[in-house]
């Protein structure tokens, strides 16, 4: 099983900048697509970003695109998020994603069943 431990969250002023990072284990990471989501207090998760395995391409979400972006660092073994411009609704416990097959693409993979998920990490926005 692989195991997932983020880092970077923090309290931030709306139009402010975080970077979160996702360090796995094993010796396959850099065969899985790899996803960020994000849960807002009371509400379901919902997908931000993805990478596909070999990092050739990603995807974002409509009410991140042109702020977040996300990347993979295979020789290190992490993804990471980028978080540009943060606004209030984005306050939410963000969490690293690996998913269980090989080769993936960087979209949903249609079920959270299909992850590995990490701890998440707390991101508060501030107005």
């Known amino acids: 099983q692989v195991q997932l431990l983020e880092s970077g969250g923090g309290l931030v002023q709306a139009g402010g900048s975080l970077r979160l990072s996702c360090a796995t284990s094993g010796r396959i990471f850099n065969l899985r697509a790899m996803a960020w989501f994000g849960q807002a207090p009371g509400k379901e998760g919902e997908f931000v970003a993805g990478?596909?395995?070999?990092?050739?391409?990603?995807y974002c979400t409509d009410s991140v695109k042109g702020r977040f972006t996300i990347s993979r660092d295979n020789a290190e073994n992490t993804v990471s998020l980028q978080m540009n411009n943060l606004k209030p609704e984005g306050t939410a416990v963000y969490y690293c994603?690996?998913?269980?097959?090989?080769?993936?693409?960087?979209?949903?993979?249609?079920?959270?069943?299909?992850?590995?998920w990490g701890q998440g990490t707390q991101v508060t926005v501030s107005s």
């Open positions: 990478v596909n395995w070999n990092g050739e391409n990603t």
């Open positions: 994603a690996a998913d269980k097959a090989s080769f993936g693409s960087a979209y949903y993979r249609s079920s959270t069943d299909n992850y590995y």
